[in-house]
């Protein structure tokens, strides 16, 4: 569990942010929600196949194309033209 002390005169706005700051990093409410309902193992299992797929396929896509600049791709954008209708 996250703790936080008060080192003088710090404000309870302050000790808020280093407590929610603290928790995030511990990774307990990641935790709170992964648990919140009950996942079947093979529920469990196939989003993890499945997150390992997209990982694979973004990794083969950046690494064939190379991943655009900012500009290249605000260039794109200014490109297409308005749709009819």
Not at 23 to 48: H, I, M, N, Q, T
Request: hydrophobic residues 25%; without cysteine.
């Amino acid at each position: 569990m996250a703790s936080v002390y008060n080192h003088g005169n710090d404000s309870i706005d302050k000790m808020y942010r280093i407590f929610r700051k603290a928790v995030e990093k511990s990774g307990l409410f990641a935790d709170l929600r992964r648990k919140e309902f009950y996942e079947k193992p093979s529920v469990r299992l196939r989003k993890k196949h499945l997150s390992a797929i997209k990982r694979l396929q973004k990794d083969k896509l950046e690494e064939t194309e190379g991943r655009p600049e900012r500009e290249e791709r605000k260039d794109r954008k200014e490109r297409k033209e308005p749709r009819a209708g």
